[in-house]
């Protein structure tokens, strides 16, 4: 069983910026896909990014040029690079891999709260 588990969370003015790691429990050249997502209250659950084992991005329209993903194999780990916050992007931030036989798996959520 895989496990993701995030870090970086937080509370930040607007204008701020954080980084929200996912660490997953075994090495990340085994996923085909790596996401995070975000779910604000009342408002279903949104991609924010995803980045292929073959390093291809993308981004959902309200992140692009604020956010950046990224991997680091050697450490498992997938970061999210968080700049210019603004209120709305106050929201549970979840990350989300998808493995070579598209099994899914989800991490915990962490929180990110960004004040006007």
């Known amino acids: 069983q895989v496990q993701l588990v995030e870090s970086g969370g937080g509370l930040v003015q607007a204008g701020g910026s954080l980084r929200l790691s996912c660490a997953a429990s075994?090495?990340?050249?085994?996923?085909?896909?790596m996401g995070w997502y975000r779910q604000a209250p009342g408002k279903q659950r949104e991609l924010v990014a995803h980045?292929?084992?073959?390093?291809?991005?993308d981004y959902g329209d309200s992140v692009k040029g604020r956010f950046t993903i990224s991997g680091d194999n050697a450490k498992n780990t997938v970061y999210l690079q968080m700049n210019s916050l603004k209120p709305e992007d106050t929201a549970v931030y979840y990350c989300?891999?998808?493995?070579?036989?598209?099994?899914?798996?989800w991490g915990q959520g962490t929180q990110v709260t960004v004040s006007s």
């Open positions: 989300s891999f998808a493995d070579l036989y598209y099994n899914v798996y």
């Open positions: 075994r090495s990340i050249f085994s996923f085909n896909v």
């Open positions: 980045i292929t084992s073959g390093g291809n991005t």
